[in-house]
């Protein structure tokens, strides 16, 4: 039996099962796109962010980085944001960070509130991670970073800012 009719299966008996097909990538297939895409993706940075939030966005993450893709998000280490990340991260995707220089003060370590991805040796802008940093008196040149050339956009369950940055679009 396929994942698929397994998947198709489990949603007439029970919604925990399909979750768990889910969960366990039954549709990851990790093959290679015929291109890369760059994907903007939103989503919580939250602590709070339920669990199975953070499962289904580590392997978006994870997805993404397996078939090639660049993840374009807000650099972000907690709720779906940083879960997305750390999938991204586990498959050695590309992940892009867009930051608002409004966040960078100085003597401060601007790499304390980002991912562990971008602080790694605090090496950035190398092939696998890059980060962006936006400038003006509000946020939205980073908004336009975010979405700049991007050939698709995520929205994963957020809060505020998940929704204004998508109502910008």
Known sequence: ??????????????????ENLLANGAFM????????LRICCYGSSSILTPQHYLDQAHALGLT?????HTCVNGAGMYGCMGA?????SEGDGHIVGVIHEMFIVDGSDWFEG?????????????????ILIASG?????????LVHNTDAIVVLPGGPGTWDEVRTI
């Open 29 to 36: 297939k990790y093959d290679k796109f015929p291109y890369p």
């Open 137 to 145: 008196d509000d946020l939205q040149d980073r908004k336009k970073k």
């Open 64 to 68: 993404l980085a397996k078939r090639g």
């Open 1 to 18: 039996m396929s994942l698929f009719q397994k998947f198709k299966m489990a949603s007439k008996q029970n919604v925990e099962e399909k």
């Open 84 to 88: 997305m990340n750390d999938g991204a």
């Open 114 to 130: 980002s991912h562990k991805s971008f602080k790694e040796g605090k090496t950035v802008n190398t092939k696998k991670r890059e």
